[in-house]
């Protein structure tokens, strides 16, 4: 597996694994073990060292169950997660990014993922009642202490990003990108450049739709995360993004790829500090995934996927959720 660098060093294999889907969002669950049989696989056999989760993911399970999974090859792997949520009654709350919460919850999420640092802690969403310059200086004095080694933020916008970036340079930044959400691309990408920041695009399948297994047909189980998106709510969107998945397939039959394995080489392609994370619950969807990065793209390549000027129809986050967007 090849390396790329976050931030100024912070060495990633290429592509990173997702493990939210193993406890959560995405019925049905699998068993733990399989999933900490997976993750093994995928530092031993496969060279995969990036993984993420956050406190929130169940809330707690899918940081145990990461941390159960890493802990025999803790030292061979860059370990990711995430803060900035109320959890106190064990379920997800309103945003809580205080400096005292920011402090206790990551001394549980030590424990849960058994080791005695985060490589990557990322502010989940940014908290509006609380100064990004506060939530920085916690974290800058937790990576003085040692318990934390770089700092990230997620669906930041510019403004928190450069004032944060000012108190704790940004190691990475966490949000959604991919062939069909391209937002960051307008102001996002541009200030990484200028700051020496990473991207760590997440959902960088469109959420299973860019894989070409999901039609206007398709059905998710009651409780499925995908149930709150417009994208896959709406059937006229459905048939509509019907045409990212059509050029994809084109391209992947020229360059002998599936189209999943398209979608995440083109992010790729963007460049050179992008490290997406898609998430699976399956080895043999890993293999493919992970493959993606020997897929290259030639510049006729890129440009049909350019000059196709495709836009993404409905909304990408149910209105709650919209609003914890910082921009």
Known sequence: MNKRTLGTDLEVSAIGLGCMGMSTAFPPLPEPQDMIALIRDAVEQRGLTFFDTAQVYGPFINEELVGEA??????RVVLATKFGFDLSGGQRGGLDSR???????????????RTDHVDLLYQHRVDPAVPIEDVAGTVKDLIAEGKVRHFGLSE???????????????TALQSEYSLWWREPEEAI?????ELGIGFVPFSPLGKGFL???IDEGTQFASDDFR????????????????????LLNRVAERRGATPAQVALAWLLAQKPWIVPIPGTTKPHRLEENLAA???????????????AQLQGSGGRYSEANQRMIDR
């Open 70 to 75: 890493l802990e025999p090859v803790r030292d």
């Open 99 to 113: 400096p005292e919460t920011i402090r206790s919850t990551v001394e549980e999420s030590l424990r849960r993922l």
């Open 156 to 170: 930041a916008g510019v403004q928190t990003i450069r004032r944060a970036h000012a108190v704790q340079p940004v």
């Open 227 to 246: 149930n709150t998106v417009p994208r896959f709510t709406d059937a006229e969107a459905r048939r509509a993004n019907q045409a990212f998945v059509d």
């Open 211 to 213: 894989t070409g297994t």
């Open 189 to 193: 990408l541009p200030l990484l450049e």
């Open 293 to 307: 990065a020997d897929v290259e793209l030639t510049a006729e390549d890129l440009r049909e996927i350019d000059d």
